[in-house]
């Protein structure tokens, strides 16, 4: 999957990708949870609620991104 057909894709469909991912860093705060994948050739970023568990938000690079320690 490149990443034009990822973001193509309806969210039912990114959502199943990226739990298919290589995790590359994972941080938490008091509220969220942000989680780095690396999917074929391109990165995505998700955003999880600690409280409730659902995604917040995620966002797409085609290079990793140094928002947070890399494992």
Known sequence: MTLNQFLAADRA??????????LISEKTDTEFTYSLYQL???YVEVKV???????????????????????
């Open 13 to 22: 469909e990114q959502m199943k990708a990226i739990w298919r991912t290589i």
């Open 40 to 42: 074929f050739d391109f």
């Open 49 to 71: 609620s600690i409280k409730d568990k659902k995604v917040c938000k995620f966002e797409c690079f085609s290079q990793p991104q140094n928002r947070f320690q890399i494992i």
